[in-house]
């Protein structure tokens, strides 16, 4: 049931949002320059991963057939774990993304590293919170 739960999240609304989200990105800040890098990947960190976070959680709560509260409780436990580690592998990925990848394979690039990036989210979604 995880395995579906977590593929669905990505084909329904990670990849969509990601793709409409990094491409918005890229049209808004164009080019490969040094501060156009780091300003892409300051919003995507401080902006676009804990909105990711919130989609994620919010997803496998609804998926689950769990409560709003189990779901805010789940928010306030592991939100800040999942922001720092998304810190830890999308700040590098990211840098070389923006810098090195053309526009029309960073979808692609994103989602292969996101292979390994969920594996951290499947356990983290999966763990449970006492509740408050």
């Given at each position: 049931?995880?395995?579906?739960?977590?593929?669905?999240?990505?084909?329904?609304?990670?990849?969509?949002?990601?793709?409409?989200?990094?491409?918005?990105?890229?049209?808004k800040l164009p080019g490969t320059k040094p501060v156009t890098v780091?300003?892409?990947?300051?919003?995507?960190?401080?902006?676009?991963?804990?909105?990711?976070?919130?989609?994620?959680?919010?997803?496998?709560?609804?998926?689950?057939?769990?409560?709003?509260?189990?779901?805010?409780?789940?928010?306030?436990?592991?939100?800040?774990?999942?922001?720092?580690?998304?810190?830890?592998?999308?700040?590098?990925?990211?840098?070389?993304?923006?810098?090195?990848?053309?526009?029309?394979?960073?979808?692609?690039?994103?989602?292969?590293?996101?292979?390994?990036?969920?594996?951290?989210?499947?356990?983290?979604?999966?763990?449970?919170?006492?509740p408050e």
């Amino acid at each position: 049931m995880r395995t579906i739960r977590l593929g669905t999240f990505g084909f329904l609304i990670h990849g969509t949002t990601g793709h409409y989200f990094y491409g918005m990105l890229d049209s808004k800040l164009p080019g490969t320059k040094p501060v156009t890098v780091a300003t892409k990947v300051a919003i995507d960190q401080t902006l676009w991963n804990p909105i990711f976070g919130c989609m994620f959680f919010g997803y496998l709560n609804l998926m689950e057939g769990k409560s709003f509260q189990t779901y805010t409780n789940k928010l306030k436990a592991d939100l800040p774990t999942a922001v720092m580690g998304s810190w830890a592998v999308w700040v590098p990925a990211h840098t070389v993304n923006f810098a090195f990848i053309p526009p029309s394979q960073r979808l692609l690039y994103i989602n292969t590293i996101q292979i390994g990036y969920n594996i951290f989210l499947s356990f983290l979604g999966n763990k449970e919170v006492k509740p408050e």
